[in-house]
């Protein structure tokens, strides 16, 4: 049997639930971590962006200036604007981290033996934001496990001799 994104059952609805926190939430985490943060992080990000885009040399920077000034504009306007929420955000990425980081120890998902749509919606984030932009890397850089859990996830996953769709 292969594995479904959202099982039947309270695994299905805790999975539903549980992606559509990641879903919204992080989305505060990502925005700080990538636009809040360090310049560094901000020219790294927006000049993936513009190259990814093909946006000509030539006003390129200026492209960057737009999109950095929108994503700082965008904290503030998800309630990431005062040191304190900064620092709440920053831990609360580390604290949801460092507890996956234990739970791996024991189980290959988040709810157990099979991926669901919870475990796709934490890898987006790690392999958008989290684990390549340059200063969230270094709040997750102690965390061994979700790293390799991140780096197998790219691999087929194999469920009674059937490999997984995805």
């Known amino acids: 049997m292969l594995p479904r994104f959202y099982p039947r059952g309270i695994v299905g609805a805790l999975s539903a639930v549980t992606e559509e926190y990641f879903d919204e939430w992080a989305a505060r985490w990502c925005i700080h971590t990538r636009w809040q943060t360090t310049e560094e992080t901000a020219q790294h990000a927006s000049g993936e962006m513009v190259k990814e885009q093909g946006v000509p040399e030539d006003v390129r920077e200026a492209v960057q200036t737009q999109i950095i000034g929108w994503g700082r504009r965008a904290g503030r306007a998800i309630g990431v604007a005062s040191k304190v929420q900064k620092r709440a955000a920053e831990e609360e990425i580390v604290r949801i981290f460092q507890h996956f980081e234990s739970h791996l120890e024991k189980?290959?998902?988040?709810?157990?033996?099979?991926?669901?749509?919870?475990?796709?919606?934490?890898?987006?984030?790690l392999?958008?934001?989290?684990?390549?932009?340059?200063?969230?890397?270094?709040l997750l850089a102690s965390l061994d496990k979700v790293r390799k859990?991140?780096?197998d996830f790219s691999a087929p996953i194999q469920v009674n001799n059937i490999q997984n769709p995805f």
């Open 107 to 125: 189980w290959p998902f988040v709810f157990g033996r099979l991926p669901t749509a919870i475990d796709t919606e934490i890898m987006g984030g």
């Open 127 to 138: 392999r958008a934001h989290f684990l390549y932009d340059v200063y969230p890397k270094t």
């Open 149 to 151: 859990w991140h780096d």
